[in-house]
């Protein structure tokens, strides 16, 4: 499927200055049927996650005998892991060097058009079809890796996921509030607006800071 946007900004580039409105949607392809599913509203993908989240839940209760406090621990490692993978993913694959013009397409279709069109609220989160299979690719990895633990990291995972797809929607769709949370907000304007190089992190600024990409205070 090949997005069909005739003209666009490399990465380093877009979520500038000079777009002061950054309104509208991108059209990525010319099909009807293909453009309508590559939109989806914020909550589907977050309701996907958490029911998905919450059977995992189910299964490490009725099958297996992992104590509460370790099931605690491994939801919270899980949630902490989306954290850094979110981080990762954000600078070095999203954010990679449009060198190629495959490259430059790739990135421009899974985030650069977000950069381009902010605003544009049904493509804050991949289609439900797309997370589902996320979720069952999770799912059969840390299964693979980690056995019956893998039924509590999951739901950690998944929590995470969806917490940054919440976030991600209300930092784009509302002003920020006045209170400790203010600092999502101002990250992400600086990420899009001022410098992408900075600000990776969505839900947390815990990765930034940690690996020095908060953005530097005038």
């Known amino acids: 499927m090949r997005p069909t946007v005739a003209t666009h ?4 580039k877009i979520g500038r200055l000079d777009r002061p409105d950054n309104n509208g949607s991108a059209k990525m392809f010319e099909n009807p049927i293909l453009e309508r599913i590559s939109r989806t509203h914020i909550s589907i993908p977050i309701t996907m996650f958490l029911v998905f989240a919450g059977i995992s839940i189910y299964y490490g209760i009725t099958t297996t005998v992992i104590s509460w406090p370790l099931a605690i621990a491994l939801f919270l490692i899980g949630y902490i892991a989306f954290t850094f993978v979110e981080y990762m993913m954000h600078k070095h694959f999203f954010h990679m060097e ?6 430059d397409k790739l990135q421009y279709s ?11 609220k049904d493509r804050l989160a991949m289609p439900p079809f797309v997370s589902a299979a996320y979720a069952a690719i999770f799912y059969l990895v840390f299964k693979l890796i980690m056995g019956n633990f893998a039924f509590y990291f999951l739901p950690g995972f998944l929590f995470g996921y969806a917490s940054y ?11 920020p509030p006045k209170n400790f949370l203010k600092i999502l907000w101002v990250n992400h304007a600086i990420h899009h607006y001022k410098d992408p190089d900075v600000a990776f992190g969505v839900s947390t600024p815990l990765w930034d800071y940690i690996l020095g990409t908060l953005p530097k205070k005038d």
């Open 9 to 12: 900004s490399p990465m380093k």
């Open 98 to 103: 449009p060198d190629t013009p495959v490259k």
């Open 110 to 120: 899974i985030h650069g058009v977000h950069h381009d069109y902010p605003k544009d």
């Open 165 to 175: 797809l919440g976030v991600h929607y209300i930092v784009h769709a509302f002003n």
